[in-house]
């Protein structure tokens, strides 16, 4: 029903920043809660930043205050801004969407139906 596609990642330098984007076909996008997902080698798959259909959000505490996500409904698309990034940022990204839920079910990626194929970002060292 709604197929995602990440852009926007790279090669960049400590401090540096990068805009993430999750372009989303469907005209019901505006209905899904999206969120971002990232995982490194060895590691398993964690959880970045969520927007719901009501605009809140939420952030994983290693990258709030650095990141912010937002969506555009009109462009069917869903922003991560990466800012003061660190080498340990670096990750594939993901995006996710669902059409329904739960609070307690944010930070879940099984909770997410659809994936994105996700968007290397790479921070040098």
């Known amino acids: 029903q709604v197929q995602l596609v990440e852009s926007g990642g790279g090669l960049v330098q400590a401090g540096d920043s990068l805009r993430l984007s999750c372009a989303a076909s469907?005209?019901?996008?505006?209905?899904?809660?999206i969120a971002w997902f990232r995982q490194a080698p060895g590691k398993e798959r964690e959880f970045v930043a969520a927007?719901?259909?009501?605009?809140?959000?939420d952030y994983a505490d290693s990258v709030k205050g650095r990141f912010t996500i937002s969506r555009d409904n009109a462009e069917n698309t869903v922003y991560l801004l990466t800012d003061s990034l660190k080498p340990e940022d670096t990750a594939v990204y993901y995006c996710?969407?669902?059409?329904?839920?739960?609070?307690?079910?944010?930070?879940?990626?099984?909770?997410?139906?659809?994936w994105g194929r996700g968007t290397q970002v790479t921070v040098a060292s």
């Open positions: 469907g005209r019901t996008f505006s209905l899904y809660s």
């Open positions: 927007i719901r259909s009501s605009f809140n959000t």
């Open positions: 996710a969407a669902v059409r329904i839920l739960s609070t307690a079910q944010t930070t879940n990626p099984l909770a997410y139906g659809y």
